[in-house]
């Protein structure tokens, strides 16, 4: 596709429910970014890929969080048993390579109640 | 760890008005600086990205500069219109870890 695509747009879950988000990349980019943003924050990194590869996971909330991108395309978000502290907007970049101009998606709204 | 502030936290200026954003990083070991514009429900639009060999970048009535020895950058907008009304935010590419960390962001507001 043209740009950056993530699914669901919005997603209202129950507590204590799983959700899994996605990212489609632009095509042929390499690196693939997550993050979460608070209301009035900046974007806080969670995780990063390069091709399949998870190189940082270091700002994962806890180990409820976890991330995969097993062809180097796709990637999903994953939080298992949901909290309401969840609730964020959900946000995947992606750029050519590395150290490149990273594009955003218009970000996936999550609302656990 | 990467730290960048960005001041003010929101600005409300007259249209016509030229104004300065400012971000500063507390590591200067960074591949780049990307500047954001972020509108309410929308993603985050790339605006302009220096690179570390970089001192400053243009786009129309937008320029970016870079000074990495001192941890800052400054988002300058010409002639502003009710139309740049908007979150801006600046994210740092660190060399240490390929981590892009964001600052909070500056809402501006211009006022017709």
Redesign the interface.
Known sequence: GAGVSQSPRYKVTKRGQDVALRCDPISGHVSL?W?RQAL??????LT?FNYEAQ??KS?LPNDRFSAERPEGSISTLTIQRTEQRDSAMY?C?SSVT??????????TRLTVV | KQEVTQIPAALSVPEGENLVLNCSFTDSAIYNLQWFRQDPGKGLTSLLLIQSSQREQTSGRLNASLDKSSGRSTLYIAASQPGDSATYLCACGVNRDDKIIFGKGTRLHILP
């Open positions: 970014y993050y009035g924050q900046g974007p806080e990194f990063y190189q940082d700002g946000r970049a590395g150290r490149t101009e990273a594009f955003f998606g218009q970000g």
